[in-house]
């Protein structure tokens, strides 16, 4: 079983709608959770944290589920420059503070 | 700010040739990773240094794959020899605590070609 799993895609959706992604991880002592952005050919970028009383950044949303281990991003009134893959991404906390990394979810935003 | 910087952006060579990939973490991150990206998939970590001392090498194939920071700054990834299934992105990150959050600067990454 890998240790975080997301539904590959492609998502293509038109302009400002509305669309939802969810990832799962499998290592209960995971400590913090991350959406990174990566657009073709380029490096991953933060786009933001998630916490346990869920968050929100502008037109995005995260929220996090310990009990079910379920991770999820909820983009709204969705915009062309937001085509790209979202990675999610989970670390175990202290001391081994690497990223582990879903295959990520790509997003079209269709005209 | 500079960011993380890498070289070379791109390289082609021919299995069981050597090659080798460097990296300038941002100034003052003490953490640096390298990571393999292979297309399709997301990164997956290879080796963490804490300054010039490995925190975690447990997914390198270190019978092939090596790496050092010998200066607690810059560092190299080499691989020797290079197999098929080696071609990927190897991008490598930065990172300094802020508060309790660890926060990881990627680089443009460098794309080997194994032919």
């Known amino acids: 079983r890998k240790e975080v799993e997301q539904d590959p895609g492609p998502f293509n959706v038109p302009e400002g709608a509305t669309v939802a992604f969810n990832c799962t991880y499998s290592n209960s002592a995971s400590q913090s959770f991350f959406w990174y952005r990566q657009d073709c050919r380029k490096e991953p970028k933060l786009l933001m944290s998630v916490y346990s009383s869920g968050n929100e950044d502008g037109r995005f949303t995260a929220q996090l589920n310990r009990a079910s281990q379920y991770i999820s991003l909820l983009i709204r009134d969705s915009k062309l420059s937001d085509s790209a893959t979202y990675l999610c991404?989970?670390?175990?906390?202290?001391?081994?503070?690497?990223?582990?990394f879903g295959s990520g979810t790509r997003l079209q935003v269709q005209p | 700010e500079a960011g993380v910087a890498q070289s070379p952006r791109y390289k082609i060579i021919e299995k069981r040739q050597s090659v080798a990939f460097w990296c300038n973490p941002i100034s003052g991150h003490a953490t640096l990773y390298w990571y393999q990206q292979i297309l399709g998939q997301g990164p997956k970590l290879l080796i963490q240094?804490?300054?010039?001392?490995?925190?975690?090498d447990s997914q390198l194939p270190k019978d092939r794959f090596s790496a050092e920071r010998l200066k607690g700054v810059d560092s190299t990834l080499k691989i020797q020899p290079a197999k098929l299934e080696d071609s990927a992105v190897y991008l490598c990150?930065?990172?300094?605590?802020?508060?309790?959050?660890?926060?990881?600067?990627f680089g443009a990454g460098t794309r080997l070609s194994v032919l």
């Open positions: 991404v989970v670390t175990l906390g202290t001391g081994r503070r690497a990223l582990t």
């Open positions: 240094f804490q300054n010039n001392g490995v925190v975690d």
């Open positions: 990150a930065s990172s300094v605590l802020q508060g309790a959050k660890n926060i990881q600067y």
